[in-house]
């Protein structure tokens, strides 16, 4: 089984704070592995992807496997030219916290 999560189309400074709250929220229900789709990001900066590795982290560190789905050209760009392509890896498991 599996628990997703749909990212939101803007991951950027400006929406930071509104989506570290909600995925908070959402991590204190994380329950199976994690599903997060990207397909929906349109705009992703520098503070949105250090948002991502910090919920890839959070979900790795409870024993979850982390899995994203569908990630936008858009996403794919900014993790390759900020180096944190490791995100878009098919799934990750704890050993994985790189």
Request: with cysteine; net charge negative; charged share 15%.
């Amino acid at each position: 089984m599996s628990h997703s999560l749909a990212l939101p189309p803007e991951l950027t400074i400006y929406t930071a704070s509104e989506t570290r709250a909600d995925w908070l929220t959402w991590l204190t229900t994380l329950s199976e592995d994690a599903v997060v789709d990207g397909a929906a990001v349109n705009q992703v900066d520098g503070a949105g992807l250090q948002l991502l590795v910090a919920l890839r982290h959070a979900v790795l560190q409870r024993g979850r496997i982390w899995s994203l789905l569908a990630p936008s050209a858009t996403l794919v760009q900014t993790c390759g030219a900020l180096g944190a392509s490791v995100l878009l890896s098919g799934s990750a498991r704890q050993g994985d916290l790189t």
